[in-house]
């Protein structure tokens, strides 16, 4: 394994203290890297009747197999292990500088097995491997940590990620942070690093990366550069940020759903930026640098981008930026997911509207909508279990069940993970939360019949509709070719765009280029100068057909493991909740409801789906005939099949 | 600070009296006619007197090669300004007689904290 790859994967066991290492080899031709090769570790791996928190549980982290290089945006770590929040498939992403100093240190991957007797950290250094003890580390924050780590190790060249008390609790919804503020931060993947008393993992590599192509490496490299310096999004987001795209992105979802919440009008992301920004920040070979780092006195330190900016405003009917930045700093500091602290808030202020609690189930303090007391503090409640944290740490579902009367039915959560509250209900949104293995992934958001149903909710009349629409259509028909697919009312072409977003985010996570490079914003980075730099770097000629059934192998890997874990067809469904919500103030049974979705309309786009990946209509997952034709045989036989 | 985190490219200041260039015990390193950091292979001997000398940690050594890694400005068209997006690299002067730039990057690494950061100087 001479180039572009480190070529082994690292393993540790914590219960016995074993390290070893296997070669990355026999994996990268047909899962690349990255989230690729994790799923296929995972699913080797995880025994169907072995709980998340379970020392058995593997805790995975794949390195993608460009970073290291200068490739633009390749930085990206994927890690994942079976999820406290989901019971089956877990999976986060994370950007940063780990990646890049992983694959230095040697190691594309690493599985962690077991659980250790005692606080302790993993120390990487080449190829001295080390499991050191952690307990003066344990109880510190996720700023603390990495600082305490480098200096017992002597090294402030040390990458470190680390779980905070969220994690340590077993919080299901707890993280796992970089020093640079990038979280992964779905799933629980923080949890169940405290399941197994591993606090941080610190890495200094001083290898290199073999590359067969230098010089063309670097010159495809460059080409991308200048294209990038050249594109008008680029100056954007090296400007302002994502704020300018994603205060856009939260008033028209808003207006779709239906806003009857003036207090929106007066959050501008922009202006806060501009008036508290410290830098940018950036990842591992990224230009863009799209992280905002602040240090505001009395509120905290720390880098930020995108959803926290509207989940903790917007999705909380709270206008106060200050607000979100305070809570936002708990979450980084406790190590707890700042979507699913929104998701939670969220929830809670429906239930307190509604008459189903009251302030004195929430330890005194109302849950009213944008309340700063209702929204600060809630993150350490929650990480540490105190109070009406303790009831929330579990997840919303065991909550719900606790709290009853009527709270399960305001439950907006899909295979057990909660969904943000300005999650629109058009036919893309409702198939692919319904299908996805982890429920909500931001990653899979297809523009076209979203932006469908805007311009329907604009029109004046059906004429006006659809010549509003007819570039759409065009688009639709060179990106999926199903001209209807940008029609918000058919359910024709939808299962075509889900799979299209799934496709793309799929090369990414396994070739670890983050997605902000590519069309998902605008940005020119595509599959095809992917599939060139795999080339130049590997030796081997890599195609953008070979990347896509890479992909579609990983697809098969994620539904398998559901597969074992139990789970059928029957579970590819969102709750009425989601459905319910679109402008809930207009007749529902008007002409709203057709941009929208019904149960019979979500089972046709589920049958289109499973069809385009040759899973069984009847089961939902994939056949034995498939998976042969895709190359996964022994996938098969572990199933059963 | 807690939770931010500080980087510092550690770029070659092409000071016009070098420090690395007066510690070379062999003469290797030297300023060529253009008063650009130039480095004769044939003539280092890999003890490391540059890396020592240098303030500010700017030139390094090649542990494969044992020869140190210095700058030579790209041949004139330095490609770590073309490449830099956030502007903090230039191809500057300050039109004194003696520049001596790595004064500039030492007040940096002080004000930064980073001397616990350096390569060759103690720390890794």
Request: glycine share 12%; with cysteine.
């Amino acid at each position: 394994m001479a180039n572009l790859y480190a070529g082994r994967i690292l393993r540790v066991n914590l219960t016995d203290g074993r390290v070893s290492t296997e070669s990355t080899a026999p994996y990268a031709e047909r899962f690349i890297g990255g989230k690729g090769i994790n799923a296929k570790l995972l699913f080797d791996g995880v025994e169907p009747e072995t709980r998340p928190f379970d020392p058995d549980n593997l805790l995975v982290f794949g390195v993608g197999a460009l970073v290291g290089t200068p490739f633009p945006g390749a930085s990206r770590v994927d890690v994942m292990a079976k999820s406290p929040v989901t019971g089956a498939f877990g999976d986060s992403g994370m950007g940063g500088y780990l990646g890049a100093e992983l694959k230095f240190a040697g190691y594309d991957n690493i599985v962690i097995d077991g659980k250790a007797d005692r606080p302790v950290y993993l120390s990487i250094m080449d190829d001295r491997v080390e499991i050191r003890d952690a307990i003066s580390m344990w109880g510190h924050d996720t700023y603390e940590t990495p600082a305490m780590v480098r200096q017992e190790l002597r090294d402030q060249s040390a990458k470190v990620v680390c779980i905070g008390p969220a994690g340590e609790n077993l919080v299901v919804y707890a993280s796992i942070l970089s020093g640079t503020g990038n979280a992964a931060a779905r799933t629980g993947m923080g949890a169940v690093m405290g399941s197994k008393n591993l606090k941080a993992i610190a890495v200094r590599g001083t290898k290199g990366i073999g590359v067969a192509r230098p010089r063309e490496f670097i010159n495809e490299c460059k080409k991308l550069y200048e294209a990038l310096k050249q594109n008008r999004m680029y100056n954007e987001v090296h400007k302002v940020g994502l704020t300018r795209i994603h205060d856009r992105e939260m008033r028209g979802l808003y207006e779709l759903l239906g806003n009857t919440w003036k207090g929106g009008e007066s959050i501008h992301e922009v202006e806060f930026m501009n008036e508290h920004l410290l830098r940018r920040v950036g990842c591992f070979a990224c230009p863009v640098a799209c992280f905002d780092a602040y240090n505001i006195a009395g509120a905290g330190a720390g880098s930020a981008k995108c959803s926290p900016y509207g989940d903790l405003t917007w999705d909380l009917r709270n206008a106060d930026l200050m607000v979100f930045w305070k809570a936002f700093v708990e979450c980084q500091r406790y190590g707890l997911d700042a979507r699913s602290l929104s998701n939670t808030l969220a929830w809670l202020m429906e239930l307190h509207e509604h008459g189903i609690i009251s302030a004195t189930d929430t330890d005194g303090i109302p849950m009213t909508w944008g309340s700063p007391e209702a929204i600060l503090d809630m993150a350490r409640k929650i990480s540490y279990r105190e109070g009406i944290g303790d009831l929330l740490a579990d997840g919303l579902p065991a909550a719900a069940r606790k709290i009853g009367g009527g709270s399960e039915d305001r439950l907006l959560v899909v295979k057990g993970s909660p969904s943000d509250l300005h999650i629109v209900p058009v036919k893309t949104r409702a198939l692919a939360n319904a299908v996805s293995p982890i429920g909500e992934d931001a990653q899979v958001q297809a523009f076209l019949d979203y932006v469908g149903a805007r311009r329907f909710i604009q029109a004046k009349d059906e004429a006006s509709f659809e010549s509003s629409i007819e570039h759409y259509k065009d688009r639709a028909e060179r990106e999926v070719g199903i001209r209807q697919a940008a029609d918000p009312r058919t359910t024709e072409g939808k299962a075509a765009l889900v799979r299209s977003d799934e496709e793309r985010t799929d090369i990414c996570d396994m070739t670890g280029v983050c997605s902000w490079l590519t069309p998902f914003i605008g940005l020119p980075v595509n599959a095809g100068d992917i599939a060139t730099a795999l080339s130049l770097g590997s030796g081997n000629t890599v195609t953008v057909g070979d990347l896509s059934k890479a992909g579609k192998r990983l697809r098969h890997l994620e539904r398998a493991f559901g597969t074992r874990c139990g789970l059928t067809r029957a579970d590819d469904m969102v709750p009425d909740s989601f459905a319910r919500r679109l402008r809930p103030e207009e007749p529902a049974a008007g002409s709203i409801s057709k941009i929208s979705f019904n149960d019979a309309e979500l089972e046709t786009m589920k049958d289109d789906y499973y069809r385009s990946l040759g899973w069984d209509l009847l089961t939902g997952n994939p056949t034995r005939e498939t998976l042969e034709k895709d190359g996964l045989s022994d996938v098969a036989d572990r199933l059963g099949l | 600070g807690e939770g931010l985190v500080t980087c510092l490219p550690l770029v070659c200041q092409q000071c016009t009296e070098p420090a690395c260039v007066k510690a070379c015990p062999t003469e290797a390193l030297s300023r060529n006619g253009g008063g650009i950091l130039a480095l004769e292979e044939s003539m280092c001997s890999g003890c490391g007197d540059c890396v020592e000398a240098c303030p500010a940690g700017c030139i390094f050594m090649d542990e494969k090669r044992t020869l140190p890694i210095s700058c030579d400005l790209c041949g004139g068209e330095p490609q770590c300004v073309e490449l830099c997006h956030s502007g903090c690299l230039s191809k500057a002067g300050n039109g004194l007689d003696v520049w001596q730039g790595v004064d500039s990057m030492v007040s940096l690494l002080d004000d930064l904290s980073l001397w616990d950061c350096l390569p060759g100087k103690g720390g890794r």
